[in-house]
């Protein structure tokens, strides 16, 4: 709302006073702007730490954040800082819900090689539990473009492939913004989503078409804010260092 207060007011601004020849009487002053401050955070210490206002999702200790999606017990391991896709235990996703977010996420497939394509090193996080961003070990396996790491499953291949070796850590920041919906259950604006993987553009403000199918064509359905959703695709994927913050 204050950028577009902003924006109403630079452009009326700017309308008045900047027509050709009249820029030498335009006074600098009315274009800063003195009243409207960015809150104060301090940024995390080292690349990938939380900012002070960032919401700590997985801390290395608990899952005292998670639950599953028929809200029962969260199951996966959490053992030496990192929490692991315990096979059979299915999906976990936060126990708060979210719309528009930045979200650091860092995540490492199994160091040992065991199938291909979309079977090895699978998971996946699901914004709002339903547009994946792809989680696999495409370091050097082969599989669909548009259903390897970095990608929005299905949907949109990434720019490039940045994986790091099975068994490396790998990190993802990413920036989504939310569908808005009419009323009536209409998109009005179409969720969009932009992905660094290990500090690499992997997509950049990519238009997300709907939720994530395996069969046929993704399709928009009216929602709230949702979880953060991790994948039990059976395979111990493990995640770390994972903190959100509202926007
Ligand atoms: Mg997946």
Redesign the pocket.
């Known amino acids: 709302m204050k950028n577009l207060i902003y924006l109403i007011w630079l452009f009326s601004a700017t309308t008045c006073f900047s027509q050709p020849g009249n820029r030498s009487s335009f006074d600098p002053k009315v274009t800063e702007i003195w009243d409207l401050k960015p809150a104060k955070i301090t940024p995390g210490k080292n690349s990938g730490d939380a900012p002070s206002d960032a919401i700590v999702l997985f801390n290395g200790k608990d899952l005292s954040k998670w639950t599953t999606p028929s809200n029962g017990e969260a199951k996966w391991e959490v053992k030496d800082g990192a929490m692991t896709v315990t096979r059979g235990t299915g999906d976990i996703k936060t126990k708060q819900t979210f719309g528009d977010i930045q979200l650091h996420i860092e995540w490492r497939s199994p160091s040992e090689i065991i199938g291909e394509g979309?079977g090895r090193g699978?998971?996946?996080i699901f914004l709002q539990e339903r547009y994946?961003l792809?989680?696999?070990d495409s370091y050097e396996s082969v599989t669909y473009s548009n259903?390897q790491a970095g990608s929005i499953?299905k949907q949109s291949i990434p720019l490039v492939n940045a994986c790091l070796k099975p068994g490396e850590w790998q990190s993802y920041d990413v920036i989504y913004t939310a569908p808005r919906f009419s009323d009536n259950g209409r998109v009005i604006v179409p969720a969009y989503v932009t992905v660094l993987q290990n500090g690499v553009l992997v997509q950049n403000h990519t238009q997300i078409q709907g939720s994530t199918e395996y069969k046929g064509l993704p399709v928009y359905q009216p929602h709230g804010k949702g979880s953060i959703q991790l994948?039990d695709?059976g395979n111990p994927v493990s995640y770390r260092n994972i903190w959100v913050r509202e926007l």
């Open positions: 979309q699978n998971s996946g994946e792809q989680v696999l259903g499953y994948q695709h």
